[in-house]
């Protein structure tokens, strides 16, 4: 007897069950345990909880209403993740012991129930209450490059001490449409000393691109130690691998580390 089968022999013999008086509704408990080989506990507990048809199921029996979703409490976690600067909720969730004491010293205090939940909540849950209120990304314009598994992902952080390790990415200047060519800005900025330098790039090709690092690079007061970009093909390329590596090495230079971020 399959699945379908199964389930409509209890289809029938719960409307018998149901009009059944208390000695026959034992002996509909005894046929479905001895066709379907289970317990009278298992078949009572098929034959009572089926739904007739037409009739919804109470949602307010669903189960106990979750403490963490009444408006107050949601407006003061809005006010602790804008005033922490959108954390994620991982990282809110470890700095709430820290934040909340100085918020509410600087705006007043929550109440003792709001208080208590703002300390109490998870990670988990802060991410599910607070994901109606994130704003969608907008248009990216991010192109993986075929070449990126002999990039290694930067996994951990840069000695922020040392001068020379730089973040680079394009903004795309394309009024919300991007058909035809436009001006991009390259950004690169310095991790330890946030020095940072912006140019100009007509288009997203690898030459102009190649040709701006050279002019920041020119403009930084410190050498190139190590570079690291997202996945995209404006930014992370042949032209750009050749500029940080084999042209430094046919000119007796040290080259630059080159590395990548995570996708998304």
């Known amino acids: 007897m399959n699945g379908v089968e199964k389930r409509c022999l209890v289809e029938v013999l719960k409307s018998r069950y149901r009009r059944a008086r208390k000695k026959q509704k034992g002996e509909v408990i005894t046929e479905l345990s001895d066709r379907l080989g289970i317990g009278r506990k298992q078949s009572q507990r098929l034959l009572s909880s089926i739904q007739e048809a037409g009739r919804p199921r109470n949602p ?26 959108y954390m994620c909720a991982r990282h809110l969730h470890a700095a709430m012991p820290e934040w909340l004491p100085a918020l509410e010293a600087e705006r007043g205090g929550f109440s003792k129930s709001v208080h208590e939940r703002l300390l109490s909540i998870s990670a988990a849950t802060i991410d599910r209450i607070l994901q109606p209120y994130k704003v969608t990304k907008g248009k990216s314009l991010t192109r993986s490059g075929g070449f990126r598994d002999e990039i290694p992902i930067q996994e951990s952080c840069w000695d922020i001490r040392i001068p020379g390790y730089l973040e680079a990415d394009t903004v795309a200047h394309c009024g919300g449409s991007m058909l035809g060519e436009f001006v991009n800005t390259l950004t690169m900025v310095d991790i330890a000393t946030i020095w940072t330098e912006a140019r100009a790039v007509f288009g997203r090709g690898s ?53 990548r971020s995570r996708e998304y």
Do not use: M
């Open 60 to 85: 307010l029996k669903r189960g106990r209403r979750s403490k963490y979703r009444d408006a107050e409490f949601i407006s003061a976690l809005k006010l602790v993740w804008r005033t922490t600067k």
């Open 207 to 259: 030459t102009p691109i190649v040709h701006a690092i050279e002019d920041i690079e020119k403009a930084l007061p410190f050498a190139i130690i190590g570079y690291d970009c997202d996945n995209g093909t404006e930014v992370l390329n042949q032209h750009v691998l050749r500029y940080f590596r084999d042209e430094r090495i046919e000119r007796g230079k040290p080259i630059v580390q080159v590395t």
